[in-house]
């Protein structure tokens, strides 16, 4: 499943380690049941199906992570919110870089409670990535990106930047792993003879 076993093992123990709390990840699974019929609605059938196909303890735990998020988007594509995300993360880098632990802290932990797109994460998703196994996946990015960056904002914060720019390598990892499991190269092109494979 993975192309990069070891790597995923490694950041696998590494969001053991990470900040999101599990209890809130546990808490509430009326509202998160309440976010997915929210959601569900929106979808398409042929979605819908895909959805109902996952198993209903990964749609859950998915579902647990996604209702902690309080800035919720009627409009924004998952695209838009990455490009956010991506702002932040080089806030974060530029801060880091000239000492200043208050921007980085902030921009840090506006990078940790993101946004969420309309309809959250599925609408964005390859078709053949919506399984029990791939979605299985999503709480251990999740708590590497946004772990480590609530670990970046308090090292950040305590003038701690060396332990900061660990940490902030650690969100890096966590990102280029989604990726790698997700996405792909954004925006090849398929006119070109010898396109990289997509
Ligand atoms: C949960 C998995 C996941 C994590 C974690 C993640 N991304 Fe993404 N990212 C995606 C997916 C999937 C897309 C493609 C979305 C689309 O095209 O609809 C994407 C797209 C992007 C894009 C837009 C690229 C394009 O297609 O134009 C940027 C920029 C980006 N991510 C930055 C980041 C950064 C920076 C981080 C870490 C701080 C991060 N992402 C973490 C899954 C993830």
């Known amino acids: 499943m993975f192309k990069h076993k070891g790597y995923f093992l490694a950041l696998a123990v590494l969001a053991t380690t990470c900040a999101v709390p599990a209890a809130a990840q546990q808490a509430q699974p ?13 979808y398409s059938p042929e979605l819908k199906k895909k959805m109902m196909a996952v198993a209903p ?24 919110v990455m490009q956010e995300i ?12 000239t000492d200043n632990g208050e921007m980085a802290a902030d921009a840090a932990r506006r990078l940790a409670n993101h946004r969420l ?8 998703l390859p078709w053949d990535k919506i399984t029990t196994q791939d979605i299985s996946t999503l709480p251990t990015f999740n708590m590497v990106v946004e ?7 308090a090292a950040a914060e305590k003038g701690d930047f060396a332990t900061a720019a660990q940490h902030f390598g650690e969100v890096m990892s966590g990102c ?5 499991q997700f996405r792909g190269v954004p925006g090849v092109s398929d006119r070109l003879v010898a396109a990289p494979a997509k």
């Open 57 to 80: 303890e990964t749609r859950m735990q998915l579902m647990s992570i996604m209702v902690t998020h309080d800035r919720r988007s009627p409009q924004a594509t998952m695209r838009q």
């Open 147 to 153: 772990g480590g960056a609530l670990k970046v904002a």
């Open 30 to 42: 009326q509202a998160a049941q309440a976010l997915m019929a929210e959601w569900a609605a929106m």
């Open 176 to 180: 280029v792993a989604c990726h790698q």
């Open 117 to 124: 797109p309309k309809g959250g994460m599925l609408p964005y």
């Open 86 to 97: 991506m702002a932040d993360f080089q806030t974060v880098s530029i801060a880091l870089a």
